[in-house]
């Protein structure tokens, strides 16, 4: 068993068997509903899209793991990433959430269903990460003030669109894809939901690894509506807080900048 990359929030290794490799994750000290939400994820995901197996998940000794398929790694098709994505989008439901919570400790989400996607972004997303920024003296009177504008407008934008409950990875950055050896895409470690599109879309654009033929494989799959790109700062908002409340003022100029874009 060899200790691999798995992120910051669990232990992972490669599991070596007479049957192969197989991914492990663990979460020292935590009950096996902790891994309930990923599992969940993965298996809606795989409605669209190339996942890994989940292959078990349980608890030893007080330790919560979940084992998955091992992938091995090539090259692909950012465009064909991109329909891929698309497809995951155009599943839908009928309001919006999840059924399962994310339990993690450092930034724990509500995903009550709403029939309200406003309702649902400003006050299981943004409000809690303002709190948490302010209870852990990340915030101060200008960021709130910049912020209530923001939310305002926030309000006022989404007041006559259709938002449709598109079913999100929910973290989808350039380390949470890859092409399998066959140049298959897949997405891994997702934090579901039922949201906005936009929302998802608008974390492909923070920190990169999304080319524009991933863009273009999107929009000839599943075209975004006008405006969308307004919107965008207001999703990239919720990412640039956790990254705030997560590493600290490291992040709190990008959230300032946005803010500042009302």
């Known amino acids: 068993m060899d200790p691999v990359s798995g992120g910051d929030i669990n232990d992972a290794y490669r599991l070596q068997t007479a049957e192969g490799p197989y991914f492990l994750l663990v979460q020292p000290h935590t009950s096996a509903a902790f891994y309930d939400h990923e599992v969940a994820g993965l298996h809606a995901l795989g409605q669209a ?20 398929e091992y992938l091995e790694i090539g090259q692909g ?7 891929a994505v698309a497809r995951v989008h155009q599943v839908t439901a009928p309001r919006f959430g999840f ?26 997303r943004l409000d809690p990460l303002v709190k948490r920024a302010q209870e852990h003296h990340l915030w101060n009177a200008d960021r709130q003030q910049a912020y209530d504008r923001v939310r305002q407008n926030i309000i006022d ?18 380390g949470n894809y890859l ?13 579901v ?3 906005d599109r936009e929302f998802d879309l608008a974390m492909t654009t923070i920190f990169g690894g999304f080319s ?10 599943y ?25 600290g003022e490291t992040y709190g100029g990008a959230v300032d900048s946005v803010l500042a874009r009302g």
Do not use: M
Request: charged fraction near 20%; charge should be negative; hydrophobic fraction near 30%.
């Open 99 to 124: 059924d399962q919570n994310n339990l993690t400790d450092k930034l724990p989400k509500n995903n009550t269903w709403q029939a309200d996607w406003t309702h649902f972004y400003l006050e299981q």
């Open 223 to 247: 075209p975004l509506t006008a405006g969308y790109q307004e919107r965008l700062p207001h999703y990239q908002l919720y990412y640039l807080l956790a990254h705030l409340n997560l590493f």
């Open 157 to 174: 934008e989404n007041q006559h669109r259709q938002i449709t409950p598109s079913l999100l990875h929910g973290d989808l950055w350039s």
């Open 77 to 83: 098709s950012q465009c064909e990433l991109g329909e």
């Open 212 to 221: 524009a033929d991933f863009y273009r494989g999107y929009q000839e799959r």
């Open 193 to 195: 939901l039922y949201g």
């Open 49 to 68: 899209i190339n996942v890994p197996e989940v292959l078990g998940s349980g608890q030893i000794d007080g330790d919560a793991y979940l084992i998955l």
């Open 179 to 191: 092409f399998t050896a066959d140049g298959t895409p897949t997405l891994i470690d997702p934090d």
